[in-house]
């Protein structure tokens, strides 16, 4: 395949996405239409081009804008990690959502310093996905990509 340039600029990102608001309507209309396992595979493709392409400890725009969820065992994993009580680390680290959730009490998140995550080894299910455009069904996900569409440069090079 032809390289292809890849925009990592978060600002120029952020622009396009506002642009491009009703293209990516039209465009996730589009996918709708496709064979749900044709598109994985389509993504899967892409992403395995791009992703090595993309450095994401320069990036971490995820670990600074979104909600972090955890659940119970992963923060007893951190809490371990960092050398803590679990009563400690919710303390410091965690709130309670409208619904009952745990999520990290800070966005940016509290684990980053210089772009990385300091709890790396023990970090949350949700941070290790995120993108998750490894992950099947994509179809049913896109809206939830879209989201995220001008906050990663990974779906935003992806898509
Ligand atoms: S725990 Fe680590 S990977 Fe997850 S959001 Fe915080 S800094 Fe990012
Ligand atoms: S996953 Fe996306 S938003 Fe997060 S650091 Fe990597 S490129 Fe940036």
Do not use: W
Request: aromatic share 8%; net charge negative.
């Amino acid at each position: 395949m032809q390289h292809q340039f890849i925009e990592t600029n978060l600002e120029e990102i952020a622009i396009k996405s506002i642009a491009r608001a009703q293209e990516n309507i039209d465009f996730v209309e589009h996918l709708q239409q496709l064979n749900i396992d044709e598109l994985d595979d389509t993504v899967y493709e892409l992403d395995s081009l791009i992703s090595p392409q993309i450095d994401c400890t320069l990036c971490g725009n995820c670990c600074k804008t979104l909600m972090i969820n955890v659940e119970a065992p992963e923060a007893d994993i951190a809490a371990r990690h960092l050398g803590i009580s679990r009563v400690v680390f919710d303390e410091a680290y965690i709130e309670k959502s409208m619904g009952g959730k745990m999520l990290v009490n800070k966005i940016p998140c509290h684990f980053l310093q210089d772009n990385k995550c300091t709890i790396y080894l023990s970090r949350f299910a949700g941070c290790k996905e995120f993108p998750a455009l490894h992950l099947p069904r994509i179809k049913n996900r896109l809206f939830t990509i879209f989201m995220h569409y001008g906050r990663c440069p990974i779906i935003y090079n992806v898509m």
